[in-house]
């Protein structure tokens, strides 16, 4: 009968640690757990109801020896447990006048300050490096020194001599790593969320770079992300340095760690800061891009013009219709008959031969100066519709944070820049096309009326 009773009561002890290592494994849904747990607990009801039914069909003389041997045992485990609490109580009284014994020679040694220190800078440190770029090099070691940090500062126990040593190697490490250029074998994560493992090369606690492109450190990953958007006219640099295995090459260092290259290239690029300007900024270079082309136009035009009157002053006894002054010496030349009659007339017709010049020389001017006047204007009227989305957006938001207001006042400078941007230049284009006009101008004067007073001079000695 003894035998039964232990066996059902094994058969109990076994049936709940299965059924406690089932729910522990369950790595399924709620829904699993739950129905495992009814099921657990209608097998142990099942089990129960049967060695009860066993226990009563038991005769009463069993029934006693059997609560007579449960009792027995019951009182021999007992005793087992009140002697490992006084085990226990004596091993923890022995603990505390240990410690007692402990910190009173550590008083004595006066070292409360020191272990009270490594404490505080254990845990100022541990934030400290968390947000080091440097950590990103160390983070993946299996003794995670941000980990022994914060350990370290939240102990109340005596450090020992291993905790003191290890502090002072990390000291050292981080103090040695901040005046490195180091190259290492690091996981970067890309934009779209993937990590890769690539080369990596560290500037300090200042920059890294990978595969010849900018990186930021991520402290709550203790890993480096790559930048979104990079620095386009730094990219040289960092490649040569990503490539370079001795010597000394040119390179980015942001003193600030990380805060002056995120801001720079949060800087939005020419064609963004037009799309700030809306509709007056495409109305701007659409002007300017007409004067562009109009300045170029009769540049050009003027270009030719001089080089062909310059080479018909060298052969004015025979003009040539392909320049403008051959134009107005043949025009002079074909009225011969009139001038003997009547010096003014010919000298009108000579005149109006070069006033028939004129036009096409000084072509587009006019437009240029009112590209000239237009831009500032044009920009202006961007920067009042830039000012009227600043005060919109401080009437909406109730406040005058500067990031609200950061796209109306970048759309009115875009705009008064890019006025003044179209106006400076066309003025300087207009003079130039202006000085080329008249020097032409004055030398068909010149000509022509020199050319009337020979002959004038002839038909008066003749």
Known sequence: MNKQLIKFCSSVMLLASVSVATLVQAQGTIEEVLENARATTAAQAALTEQRAAEFNAMSDADKQRATQQVAANRAAIQTQVDAKNQQYADNDLQLSQLNTQLRDKVGGLDMTQVFGLVRQYSTDYAGTFQQSLINAQFANEEDNRIEFLQEVGASERILTAAQLERFWFEMQREMTASGQVARYNGTVVEPNGTPITTDVVRIGPFLAIANGEYLSYIPELSRLN??????????????????????????????????????????????????????????????????????????????????????????????KSNNALGRVLLAFKGDVTTLNENAEVAELRISESVMREVPKLERFQPFLRLVVAAGPLLGLVGTVMGMIVTFQSITESGSSDPKLMANGIGQAMIATLLGLGIAVPMLFANALLNSLSRSIVQILDEQSAGMLADNLEKRKHG
């Open 226 to 319: 790559l930048l979104p958007r990079q620095p386009e006219p730094l990219l040289g640099d960092a490649a040569a340095l990503q490539s370079a295995t001795s010597g000394y090459v040119p390179a980015i260092f942001d003193t600030t760690r990380g805060v002056l290259m995120a801001m720079y290239v949060e800087r939005p690029t020419l064609w963004e800061r037009i799309e700030e300007g809306e509709v007056i900024v495409y109305v701007i270079l659409i002007v300017g891009a007409l004067g562009v082309l109009a300045f170029i136009y009769q540049l050009l035009y003027l270009i030719v013009a001089r080089m062909g009157v310059s080479a018909q002053l060298r052969t004015l006894q025979s003009p």
